[in-house]
């Protein structure tokens, strides 16, 4: 059964960045498809970026494009999001999610992924 654990979340002023990491142990990620979901208090959870799993293809939400960056790091068996200029509404827990045959498709709907991370907090305040 593969696992996820994200880390990397923090506390960060606005316009500050932040890293996260969504790692794996005894699966190799290149073989899945990644996507990034996020969930603000009080709202539904929502799809932030995602990558296919030839890492041909990726997709951002339109609320973070140019400012967020997805990429695999096949050395260390992750995929990061990188977060840069960060602002308070990308407050959050974000989650990353996996679904094999994945192929050169970037699924944005969560109900495309099968396996979850338990989360980790963003939080962007001064």
């Known amino acids: 059964q593969l696992q996820l654990v994200e880390s990397g979340g923090g506390l960060v002023q606005p316009g500050g960045s932040l890293r996260l990491s969504c790692a794996a142990s005894g699966f190799t990620l290149d073989y899945y498809g990644i996507g990034w979901f996020r969930q603000a208090p009080g709202k539904e959870r929502e799809g932030v970026s995602c990558i296919s799993s030839s890492g041909r293809?990726?997709?951002?939400?339109?609320?973070?494009?140019?400012?967020?960056?997805?990429?695999?790091?096949?050395?260390?068996?992750?995929?990061?999001?990188?977060?840069?200029?960060?602002?308070?509404?990308?407050?959050?827990?974000?989650?990353?999610?996996?679904?094999?045959?994945?192929?050169?498709?970037?699924?944005?709907?969560?109900?495309?992924?099968?396996?979850?991370?338990?989360?980790?907090?963003?939080?962007?305040?001064?």
């Open 57 to 126: 293809n990726t997709n951002y939400a339109d609320s973070v494009r140019g400012r967020f960056t997805i990429y695999r790091d096949s050395a260390t068996n992750t995929v990061s999001l990188q977060m840069n200029h960060l602002k308070p509404e990308d407050t959050a827990v974000y989650y990353c999610a996996a679904r094999t045959h994945s192929g050169d498709v970037c699924y944005e709907s969560e109900l495309e992924y099968r396996y979850w991370g338990q989360g980790t907090q963003v939080t962007v305040s001064s």
